[in-house]
């Protein structure tokens, strides 16, 4: 392998890496369109040649699903794209969305081993690239399921858990059936994530991908109202059920003022947005409301995602208020840097305790606290403390709170014996098998709150687990005849 | 796709559809709901089962054209398609046998009450219904609401049917008569109805259920954009509801929040008819 890359690995070490080429930041909060164009083939080319190739490549480990990334990587450098992003689909059935969505800084990267003394191979970019590259080439080839299996699985939600669940099944050759009660497919990646992050095209396409795997999808179908998973089982003829519904459902801070109009759940106004058109009004039917001044509540992913999204519809000024500090935040650095490019103003250590209406029942301002941090709390982070006396307002006319969802309760609540902890999380093993046999959950549902790739790993061990249950099901009654005879 | 097997109009602006919807009809129970989409560009928005058949696979709609989705849904006719309906959503209404109960629908309202009123006559009630609206076409469904009911009144706004004056007028008279002895009330109508039956049946302590027609996008617990208060805590109509106890309802709120978007419902009910315009001169 090394004949391919004949520098030493002193000298990989000297090359810089390569960053995106993104679009300027003045020109994006004017559109949706992507911020980043990742990398290009020669900037792809010459990150690849950085790999130190470690025998012990430790940032297979890093990975969720355990991708080969050394493995890939070798075929960039061989320049068969087509290759590396089959390799990558070996352990991720979604590649181009893993590549712009994932937190590698976290995973992967955080582990490299040219990371310890210079910065890491940047493998989410070569992985957007491979999978970029794949989709401008025109390169993919569905891969042909000769060995087809009588057994019916069905999927609850289509987001990124139940679609790997579906296509690690498919694969396998299982009769696969996603249940997703929205009109469009994908789950978060399309109410959630807003196009600037994640174009819909990518989303379309990789969902075509699910399907030429033979997955069927069932839109506008509500699990636990149009048909319930015990009906599954006792009139559909699945064998086993997958829930990867989510954590959908938006928590509010519980402050005065948040019936008035003009307030969001985060949840809310990305779909309005996402899912809708809303910024599309009135080609679009679905309306959302602006104003000149937009707080976020919230210091996470999501919270970036609105306050980003509020730019672009059209806020002058966009604030993100975070009772915390910005060591504290959830967010991912490279979306707190990419706000901050974009003119959003971060209030730290500032938490708020009522939002104020006008005589028509519209916001007109918000009132804040200064807060600092005290003792560390039982998540490890510093507590923080309100400053007594401290408050201000800001006016503004948009709300929008980010501060967490937690699971749809229907399907928990219309499936007995489902077993479920705090907030209505279900409970799962390791293996994402539930209390009830034939049962399996992962992702948000299981978790309470995650990430894409966390509720693709899940996806994917529960489609083993699966297999393993479907499998064991077929042996039973035939061990009891052989006894028998 | 759902196809519409017929349409018929009950008035110049409320029209009664039967759609095709196999997965719904199966499931639904008086008081769910379903949540459409007409076309790519539309909306979801949230409309109550009037009545299904699971035999056929079918469900009925009955809708007042009075936003944008609605107005272009009753334009739309027998053998067009609608893009997309989920449901059954909400909770079933809880039906028992009270004894006697009253059943008030205001406007289109009674549309949906309907299937309740009968599923309460089913139960064994004595039914006593009041049909209202703001004029004699508005004033829907009384000869289904006279099948299913012991007794029925009928008020218009105006006088042009019925009493003139408001359902809570032969509702007083109801719940005030000791020997009718009224146990529970189920009330659908406008905001400002429903208030003022929930004031009134507060008076005389008698429990009343109302079906609170939030904004909603999704329908399905997700967005939060239907939250009401209710006994001042925050619940969702689409997944806590839609019914609720009336007398815990803040309606003052939730009138307010039903405003949010009325400037933008202007442009698009606007837009609408310059496209209904611009078809018809087409078609000239």
Not at chain 1, 99 to 125: F, N, W, Y
Not at chain 2, 187 to 196: T, Y
Request: with cysteine.
């Amino acid at each position: 392998m090394t004949v391919l890359n004949p520098l030493k690995p002193s000298e990989r070490m000297k090359i810089a890496r390569q960053e995106s080429i993104e679009q300027p930041a003045l020109d994006r909060v004017q559109n949706f369109t992507e911020v980043s164009f990742g990398v290009d083939e020669e900037r792809a080319m010459i990150e690849a040649t950085r790999c130190l190739e470690c025998k012990n490549a430790v940032c297979v480990e890093g990975c969720p699903v355990g991708i080969d990334i050394r493995g890939f990587i070798q075929l960039i450098l061989q320049k068969d794209y087509a290759g590396a992003v089959n390799k990558i689909r070996e352990a991720n059935y979604l590649p181009a969305i893993c590549g712009r969505v994932c937190p590698q800084e976290e995973q992967c990267e955080v582990v490299c081993t040219l990371g310890k003394k210079h910065m890491p191979v940047a493998i989410g970019k070569l992985e957007r690239f491979v999978a970029d590259y794949e989709l401008a080439h025109n390169l993919f080839v569905a891969p042909v399921i000769t060995n087809k299996r009588p057994e019916k699985v069905a999927i609850v939600g289509s987001g990124p858990a139940g679609l790997t669940c579906a296509a690690e099944l498919a694969k396998m050759g299982y009769q696969v059936t996603i249940f997703e009660a929205l009109h469009a497919v994908g789950g978060v990646l399309r109410y959630g994530i807003p196009e600037f992050r994640l174009p819909r095209q990518i989303l379309d396409i990789e969902m075509d991908r699910i399907k030429q795997l033979g997955v069927e999808i069932q839109t506008n179908f509500l699990v636990g109202r149009t048909a319930t998973i015990d009906e599954f089982f006792n009139e559909w003829g699945f064998s086993a059920v997958f829930l990867g519904t989510g954590a959908g459902t938006p928590n509010f801070m519980g402050i005065p003022g948040e019936g008035l109009t003009g307030v969001y759940s985060a949840n809310e106004f990305l779909t309005r947005v996402n899912l809708m058109g809303a910024n599309k009004f009135p080609r679009n039917d679905t309306p959302i409301r602006m104003g000149t001044n937009v707080a976020v509540i919230g210091g996470g992913n999501t919270a970036m995602d609105a306050v980003r999204t509020s730019k672009r519809l059209g806020a002058k000024r966009a604030l993100l208020i975070y009772r915390r500090s910005r060591q504290e935040m959830p967010a991912r650095q490279e979306e707190i840097h990419h706000a901050e490019q974009e003119g959003i103003e971060l209030l730290l250590l500032t938490n708020p305790t009522r939002i104020i209406g006008d005589e028509n029942h519209f916001v007109m301002g918000i009132e804040c606290q200064r807060m600092e941090l005290g003792e560390p709390d039982d998540s490890g982070r510093r507590r923080p403390v309100a400053v007594k006396g401290s408050e201000f307002v800001i006016p503004v006319q948009i709300v929008i709170e980010a501060i967490g969802q937690q699971p749809n309760p229907i399907i928990q609540s219309t499936t007995p014996g489902l077993k479920t902890g705090k907030r209505g999380v279900v409970d799962t093993n390791d293996k994402q098998g539930t209390s009830r046999p034939g049962i399996f959950a992962g992702g948000d549902l299981a978790r309470g709150g995650a990430t894409v790739i966390l509720a693709m790993r899940d996806g994917k061990t529960a489609a083993a687990s699966i297999h393993d249950y479907i499998q064991s099901q077929k042996n039973v009654p035939e061990q009891v005849e052989a006894k028998v005879s | 796709m759902f196809p519409i097997l017929s349409k018929e109009d009950l008035a110049p602006t409320v029209s009664k559809f039967l759609i095709k919807a196999p997965l719904v009809a199966k499931k639904r129970k008086a008081g769910n709901f379903v949540i459409i989409r007409l076309m790519e560009e539309g909306e979801r928005i949230p409309l109550t089962i009037v009545d299904s058949n699971p035999a056929e696979g079918t469900i009925t709609l009955i809708v007042q054209a009075i936003g944008k989705t609605t107005k272009q849904l009753c334009s739309m006719k027998a053998g067009d398609s609608i893009l997309d309906i989920v449901g059954p959503l909400g909770n079933p209404t809880p039906i028992e046998n009270h004894g006697a109960v009253a059943c008030v629908g205001g406007g289109v309202g009674t549309a949906e009450l309907y299937p309740i009123a009968k599923a309460l006559k089913d139960a064994g009630n004595r039914v006593y219904s009041i049909v209202g609206g703001r004029t004699k076409e508005l004033a829907i469904l009384e000869a289904e609401m006279t099948e299913c009911s012991d007794k029925v009144f009928v008020t218009t706004d105006d006088g042009s049917y019925g009493t003139k004056g408001i359902v809570t007028d032969p509702l007083r008279q109801l719940l005030t008569d000791p020997q009718i002895g009224i146990k529970a009330v189920y009330a659908i109508g406008p905001l400002p109805m429903m208030r003022a039956v929930a004031n009134l049946t507060k008076e005389f302590g008698v429990h009343t259920l109302v079906s609170l027609n939030a904004i909603m996008v999704d329908g399905t617990g997700m967005c939060g954009g239907c939250r009401v208060t209710i006994d001042g805590k925050m619940k969702f109509a689409c997944v806590d509801g839609p019914e609720f106890d009336a007398h815990q309802v803040d309606f003052d709120e939730l009138i307010l929040r039903n405003r949010s978007y009325l400037d933008f419902e202007k442009i698009s009910v606007e837009q609408f008819a310059a496209q209904q315009a611009a078809a018809r001169e087409v078609s000239r």
